[in-house]
């Protein structure tokens, strides 16, 4: 399926795409989360450098960056224009190397199937009409053996007081509207995809977030933001 895409998400992210690497602009939750994410991707992967990699959904790049600054051999996959542009225009500024493609998930599957040692897909299940296809696609990106990183927003009555309500409409962290609770995802969904794809569930690992120190740290509660690691079997 390479129309799993929802036009109306995508322009929401080309609003603010500019934006993207201001440390205290509406990304500032990415800038806060990505620690947590890229050690967590690190230690699933057993080290991440010279592996290949692609981040399905990689919007302006912070996790791609990153994980091409650890040695990885990185590229990064989004549907949306500007974001792709900033991202490029940073790698080229910080001269970092690392390639962006314009492609979905299912799309990029077709053309590059079983070439990645490790996938990541973060915050981006919840802003697709078909969150099982993406999951799927992922799956056949991987090489055998490989190892599948996702993140989302699990669809709590937590998640809705602190992902929509605190985060856009109190702390204006991000604009009203950039997130839909009804497509929050629950962990015990997100498992039953990667089930359906032939994937193994590995780990689940939350997010929780402290206001005082303005930082993310790792949490046995999934109730909030929450990372599943999987493998495809070799």
């Not at 302006?60 to 996959?77: D, F, K, N, P, Q």
């Not at 590995?202 to 929450?226: C, I, P």
Request: charged share 20%; glycine share 8%; net charge negative.
């Amino acid at each position: 399926m390479n129309n799993n895409v929802d036009n109306t998400e995508i322009a929401k992210f080309e609003a603010m795409a500019h934006r993207w690497w201001d440390k205290e602009g509406e990304f500032k939750p990415l800038h806060q989360l990505n620690p947590v994410r890229l050690a967590f991707v690190e230690e699933m992967a057993d080290g991440i450098g010279n592996k290949r990699i692609v981040d399905i959904g990689c919007g302006g790049g912070i996790l791609s960056e990153s994980m091409a600054r650890l040695g990885a051999v990185v590229t990064g996959a989004d549907m949306g224009t500007e974001p792709l542009n900033v991202a490029r225009a940073h790698a080229e500024e910080v001269g970092v190397a690392l390639e962006y493609r314009q492609i979905t998930a299912e799309a990029l599957a077709e053309e590059l199937p079983g070439q990645f040692d490790v996938v990541t897909c973060m915050e981006m299940l919840e802003h697709v009409p078909d969150p099982q296809s993406v999951v799927s696609a992922c799956a056949k990106l991987c090489k055998p053996g490989g190892m599948l990183v996702f993140s989302t927003l699990n669809r709590t009555p937590k998640a809705w007081a602190l992902g929509v309500f605190a985060a856009e409409r109190i702390l204006r962290w991000l604009p009203a509207g950039t997130h839909d609770f009804q497509k929050f995802i629950k962990p015990a969904e997100l498992m039953a995809f990667c089930d359906n794809a032939g994937l193994i569930p590995l780990k689940a690992v939350g997010m929780s977030y402290n206001l005082l120190t303005g930082q993310f740290s790792r949490s046995e509660k999934l109730d909030m933001n929450y990372l599943v690691a999987a493998r495809k079997p070799a």
